[in-house]
């Protein structure tokens, strides 16, 4: 197996993140989905699904794929399966090394938005987004609105 970094080897920025997320949405979101969940439009008639990349084995930086060099090798070189088959392509021809460890970094922000609440955010986290919309209201009368009883 290859040894794969842990972490990111550049200090990550707002600016990183959101040039990761242009490249993710470029690139990935096809297959991936916009939250990463694998459920892209093309991805959902992929001959092998596509990886939820927000789901705990991504997360685990004790497993290799939980690895940030891990996800930055897969994005520049692809996947490819034991018999050969390549399961994702490699976007090395468009994607540069900087720019795949900005992936890396807009990912690790979408595994960090899912499963986490409000409450997990300081203080100064909360007063620079404001105080969260509120869901509106439902009433079961309109729920059953021009429907058959």
Sequence with gaps: FTSFVD????????????????????YCVACHGFAGDGKGMV?????????NLTGEVYRDSANRQGKDGYL????REGVWGPDGANKMPGY??????????????????LQKARGSS?????PEQQAALGKP???PATDSAESTEGGDS
């Design 7 to 26: 972490t990111i080897p550049v200090t990550v920025s707002r600016k990183m993140i959101i040039e990761g997320q242009k490249a993710y949405n470029i």
């Design 118 to 122: 409000w409450d997990d955010l300081t």
């Design 92 to 109: 090395k021809h468009a994607i540069s090394e900087m720019e795949a460890w900005s992936v890396v970094a807009y990912l690790r922000t």
């Design 133 to 135: 919309t509120p869901a």
């Design 72 to 75: 930055f090798e897969v994005i």
């Design 43 to 51: 991805g959902t008639r992929w001959s092998y699904p596509p990886a």
